[in-house]
């Protein structure tokens, strides 16, 4: 019904910029709600940034003014466009969807999860 493939992650220099891509395959994506986690070693997986299906965002303190979610219902994708990267930011990251019926707080992840993708940044 839903899933989520990640892509573009990689290794990258400080100070460069990444594009993540999460495409579903379902066809409900337009009802969800989709969010980008990361999760670096040994920390709790934390929420970057969530798009609901209305359009509305939230991110993460430490990534506003760098990182810009945005979806494509069109093309079943939501994108996460990283600048300014920083060695802060190595983790795997993670797509989730959330059906609309299960609220629409974008702090509190969905059921629905990708595989995850490495983002590493280093010199």
């Known amino acids: 019904q839903v899933q989520l493939v990640e892509s573009g992650g990689g290794l990258v220099q400080p100070g460069g910029s990444l594009r993540l891509s999460c495409a579903d395959s379902?066809?409900?994506?337009?009802?969800?709600?989709m969010g980008w986690y990361r999760q670096a070693p040994g920390k709790q997986r934390e929420l970057v940034a969530a798009?609901?299906?209305?359009?509305?965002?939230k991110y993460a303190e430490s990534v506003k003014g760098r990182f810009t979610i945005s979806r494509d219902n069109a093309k079943n994708t939501v994108y996460l466009q990283m600048n300014s990267l920083s060695v802060e930011d190595t983790a795997v990251y993670y797509c989730n969807g959330k059906p609309a019926g299960l609220g629409i707080d974008l702090s509190a992840p969905g059921p629905y999860w990708g595989q995850g993708t490495q983002v590493t940044v280093s010199s």
């Open positions: 798009v609901s299906s209305g359009g509305q965002i």
């Open positions: 379902g066809k409900i994506f337009r009802f969800l709600s």
